[in-house]
Nanobody
Framework: QLQLVESGGGLVQPGGSLRLSCAAS????????IGWFRQAPGKEREGVSC??????????NYADSVKGRFAISKDNAKNTVYLQMNGLKPEDTAVYYC????????????????WGQGTQVTVSS
């Protein structure tokens, strides 16, 4: 089993920013794509962003709903993937999860076999 640990969630006002972290390992980042997903009460789990493995070139993708506001990156020295979230909106409120996919990035949760515990993001005035 792979271990992924999310952190950085919290309560923020609309228009504010948060930076989420996904602690992984060098092996995971070398070989696995890391995706960010979110799930709000009463809604399906949604793919937010993904970054491919080091071996696959570390290319990124984003859901249309977050393009221009969110940015995914990785710091190999810290074995960590980040999700920088700017211009937050109430509809961004959800539990955010990071997950590992041993192939290439997709937006399908079922393609990801290892998951973190989740971190709550609440955007409210």
């Amino acid at each position: 089993q792979l271990q992924l640990v999310e952190s950085g969630g919290g309560l923020v006002q609309p228009g504010g920013s948060l930076r989420l972290s996904c602690a992984a390992s060098a092996f995971i980042l070398e070989h696995a794509a890391i995706g960010w997903f979110r799930q709000a009460p009463g809604k399906e789990r949604e793919g937010v962003s993904c970054i491919n493995s080091d071996r696959s070139g570390s290319g990124t993708n984003y859901a249309d709903s977050v393009k221009g506001r969110f940015a995914i990156s990785k710091d190999n020295a810290k074995n960590t993937v980040y999700l920088q979230m700017n211009g937050l909106k109430p509809e961004d409120t959800a539990v955010y999860y990071c997950a590992a996919n041993w192939r290439l990035c997709t937006s399908r949760a079922t393609d990801f076999g290892s998951w973190g515990q989740g971190t709550q993001v609440t955007v409210s005035s």
